[in-house]
């Protein structure tokens, strides 16, 4: 733990942050497995040809993950002034999140779980 004045160690601690472009999507009803089969294919490419494998990827996740890399884009754009062309899929991963568990009634009176799984995708951009 950093010595000082609590502003200092504010101070400090943001001056560690991540400066590169990012967008995150919470909660996305997807299993992190199969958000990682589509974001293994897209990981260190540069956006356009993301942008092209995510179009006629026919996954469910790719269009959630197209959606979120055009944000990214638009946010590095806006936000830190980076020219499109140079940027490239630095970092992208999908975290688990919470599992809404259902009940399926079965045969004989006995029920079975179903669990549908959440997970939170992040991709980082950065340029070349």
Same mark, same amino acid.
Do not use: W
């Given at each position: 733990?950093?010595?000082?004045?609590?502003?200092?160690?504010?101070?400090?601690?943001?001056?560690?942050?991540?400066?590169?472009?990012?967008?995150?999507? *919470?909660?996305?009803?997807? *299993?992190?497995?199969?958000?990682?089969?589509?974001?293994?294919?897209?990981?260190?490419?540069?956006?356009?040809?993301?942008?092209?494998?995510?179009?006629?990827?026919?996954?469910?996740? *790719?269009?959630?993950?197209?959606?979120?890399?055009? *944000?990214?884009?638009?946010?590095?754009?806006?936000?830190?002034?980076?020219?499109?062309?140079?940027?490239?899929?630095?970092?992208?991963?999908?975290?688990?999140?919470?599992?809404?568990?259902?009940?399926?009634?079965?045969?004989?009176?006995?029920?079975?779980?179903?669990?549908?799984?959440?997970?939170?995708?992040?991709?980082?951009?950065?340029?070349?």
């Amino acid at each position: 733990m950093a010595k000082g004045h609590r502003s200092q160690i504010k101070r400090e601690r943001n001056a560690n942050k991540d400066t590169r472009p990012s967008a995150k999507l *919470s909660y996305a009803r997807v *299993s992190v497995q199969k958000a990682c089969f589509v974001l293994d294919a897209i990981r260190g490419k540069d956006v356009t040809t993301a942008l092209g494998i995510l179009t006629y990827n026919p996954r469910y996740a *790719s269009a959630l993950i197209k959606k979120l890399l055009e *944000s990214a884009i638009a946010n590095a754009e806006n936000n830190n002034g980076m020219n499109r062309e140079n940027l490239y899929v630095a970092e992208c991963f999908a975290n688990k999140g919470p599992t809404m568990k259902r009940v399926q009634p079965r045969a004989q009176g006995r029920a079975y779980r179903i669990e549908k799984r959440m997970s939170h995708i992040t991709v980082v951009l950065d340029e070349k």
